[in-house]
Structure formats: C-alpha cells, structure tokens
C-alpha cells in the first residue's frame, strides 16, 4: 500500500501564489515519478505536472510558465509551486505515485482562486 500526505491547498486571490507537496509513503522499494493531476467542478481531471526524475519535468499546456513542480531530492515528495494563480486554475489538486505502471493516487487538496 502507498500512503499519501498532500497539504498547501487554500483559498488565495487570483495573481497570487500556493504551494502544494505531497510525500509518499509505504512498500515503495525505491524513487518512482510522481505528478500532480486536477479537477474542476464539473469537469474531468486535467494533467498538470509530472516529475520523472530530479530534473525532468512535464507540463500541461495551461499552466506552464505560472507552475513549478519539484522533487525533494532521492525521496518520494513533490512539490508544486504555482504562480499567478487563475480562477480557471480552481480545482482539487490531486498526487499520484507511478510505480510499475500502475498509479496510486493522494486523497486531494483543495484550491480555490477568488477572482
């Protein structure tokens, strides 16, 4: 089983900023990509970021450039600081941890940017 602690959610202003992290935990045997996914209400998840190792990073195309995702050196914890925060950026934030092919997913946060 993997284990998930996502914090930093909240409510901010829209240009304004939040970070999230998420660590992992349980039979991991090792470091594994992780990223970050979102949903709207309403809507169906979106890609936001993925992080393969230390220093590959994939973005989804509406907020690169405004998002920063993160690893926390050889451990299984990322981060993701987002910039210039939309009101179409409002969603729950959910963590995932890619380990032989299968996805484990955190329990989200969420954020709210007020307009």
């Known amino acids: 089983q993997v284990q998930f602690v996502e914090s930093g959610g909240g409510l901010v202003q829209s240009g304004g900023s939040l970070t999230l992290s998420c660590a992992a935990s349980?039979?991991?045997?090792?470091?594994?990509?992780m990223g970050w996914y979102r949903q709207a209400p309403g809507k169906e998840r979106e890609f936001v970021a993925r992080?393969?190792?230390?220093?590959?990073?994939n973005y989804g195309d509406s907020v690169r450039g405004r998002f920063t995702a993160s690893r926390a050196g050889s451990e299984n914890t990322v981060f993701l600081q987002m910039n210039n925060l939309k009101s179409e950026d409002t969603g729950v934030y959910f963590c995932?941890?890619?380990?032989?092919?299968?996805?484990?997913w955190g329990q989200g946060t969420a954020v709210t940017v007020s307009s």
């Open positions: 995932y941890l890619r380990r032989d092919s299968t996805d484990y």
């Open positions: 349980g039979s991991l045997g090792g470091m594994w990509p």
């Open positions: 992080v393969l190792a230390e220093t590959i990073v």
